[in-house]
């Protein structure tokens, strides 16, 4: 393949770090780089471990650290409701939230925060029973309107304005994870046949560079994304640069550098004590724009007499730990990234053929329920002639079913809804059956 001198010069370039080019490439003109990503640069410390606020009962406020990779955290948080079993259900997710954020990031709030919060609402007890151990516990006052605890002698006396409950005890760490992952692989699984990375430590002068990215590749190709080779990623940036419409690379994951910390000794022990950081960015090569650009900082021990041995043994689980911990985050960061700007696609292609967008949400069925899913499709259809329901993986789960449609026709929301009554008489004839219609996102959702 003939190379223009435009490519070669860039390649001869490359041979420093061509993921931070490519990436300089995406975001600003060559002669531009050095000085745009020092302007651009934002980094943010994550860890494995999250600050948990806290409220004594005199009020006072503190912190504690949480360490997500347990199996088990402990955790104490206060909910307030008007109806006590809301009370209960706010303190426990607050504190399942708190360490969620550790796992999720902003999808704590998103998508995936209010799956957890939906299992929570649809059935307590089951949800406890899963993620919390038996010996966690909660207890509720009520309150007056001046926010009082109404004592028992004033029990009748005082009209109760709300009500507060403390939970304690400890979170099922390793059911929260694991269903996280559930999650997640259900969003990459609608993403992985379509994306392809550039994943390199080039520049970094640390041994174990090439072994993070090889853990790096193992991770992304585990979760089903197409990973180029050192060759053939040169071979293809040199397509991109001279046909940028045409370039197969979707996003580039460049590590910057890896820093070990001095490793710390406790000799009565006999346990060594270490911390790797790896700093790396991930740009989105076709939008010509940056992904994420955060540190991750991993502290790890292991044991045994201080030698050389233990002091390898020590860097190779923390590169290990740090590899999988990016691929976690790049995973999740590209996910989000790319079902958003899909969506905004999508929503812009709707906007020019005046379609608008609604979603049907069924709470209580499951994707592989085949014929009901097919039952709502066409109740879908029924009420709306003009619109193509099909149901959303990425946003379907073991708890909830996501039917997107779309109409250029004026909706009534009320239609709708008796479609979905009548669909029910006529088939399940539920009599814990409800629907109703959220106009701010254009949802219906019906509960099962």
């Known amino acids: 393949m003939s190379v223009s001198p435009l490519a070669r010069g860039w390649l001869s370039f490359s041979k420093v770090s061509f993921v931070a080019a490519l990436a300089a490439w995406a975001l ?13 640069k934002v980094e943010t410390k994550v860890e494995t471990k999250v600050i948990v606020n806290t409220t004594t009962a005199g009020g006072a406020k503190g912190s504690s650290e949480v360490d997500i990779t347990k199996d088990e955290v402990q955790f104490s948080s206060i909910g307030n409701a008007k109806l006590e079993k809301d009370a209960a259900i706010e303190a426990y997710y607050t504190g399942f939230n708190k360490v969620l954020r550790g796992l999720a990031g902003a999808q704590a709030e998103d998508e995936i925060g209010k799956k957890f919060r939906e299992d929570m609402e649809r059935d307590f007890e089951t949800f406890r029973k899963r993620y919390f151990t038996s010996d966690t516990s909660h207890v509720c006052k009520s309150l007056d309107k001046d926010k009082q605890v109404i004592t028992d002698k004033d029990k009748g006396k005082k009209p109760v304005s709300e009500f507060t409950c403390r939970a304690e005890g400890m979170i099922k760490m390793l059911a929260v994870r694991t269903e996280f992952t559930k ?7 609608t993403l992985s046949n379509q994306l392809t990375f550039v994943v390199t430590a080039a520049g970094v002068s640390d041994p174990k560079g090439p072994y993070v990215v090889d853990k790096l ?15 053939a990623a040169e071979e293809e940036i040199a397509k991109c ?28 022990d006999q346990r060594m004590r270490g911390t790797i950081t790896v700093r790396f960015d991930v740009n989105d090569v076709k939008g010509k724009t940056q992904v994420t650009s955060v540190p991750v900082s991993i502290n790890l021990t292991v044991s045994g007499p201080k030698t050389e041995s233990v002091k390898n043994e020590l860097q190779e689980k923390l590169a290990n730990a740090a590899a999988t911990e990016i691929g976690r985050k790049t995973s999740a960061n590209v996910v989000s990234f790319q079902v958003n700007r899909d969506e905004d696609e999508a929503a812009a292609g709707r906007v020019k053929s005046g379609e608008k967008q609604y979603i049907l949400r069924i709470v ?3 994707p592989s329920d085949r014929k009901k899913v097919a039952m709502w499709r066409k109740a879908i259809r029924d009420a709306v002639p003009d619109s193509t329901p099909e149901m959303n993986s990425a946003e379907s789960n073991d708890t909830r079913v996501s039917i997107f449609f779309a109409t250029a026709e004026k909706l009534q929301p009320d239609d709708v809804l008796d479609k979905l009554f009548e ?15 959220e106009a701010s996102s254009r949802t219906f959702t019906i509960t099962y």
């Open 364 to 366: 209580g069925l499951t």
């Open 28 to 40: 600003v003109p060559l002669a531009q780089a050095q000085q745009a990503q020092v302007e651009t």
């Open 217 to 231: 590749r193992e991770s992304f190709t585990a979760a089903g994304f197409r990973v180029l080779s050192p060759s």
């Open 241 to 268: 640069l001279e046909t940028p419409k045409g370039c197969k690379i979707d996003f580039s994951l460049g590590i910057k550098a890896i820093e070990y910390s001095v490793p710390d000794y406790d000799a009565a």
């Open 183 to 189: 999650v997640m692989k259900s969003k990459e699984r």
């Open 423 to 437: 669909t029910n008489d006529a088939n399940d004839k539920l009599k814990s059956f409800d629907a109703k219609y």
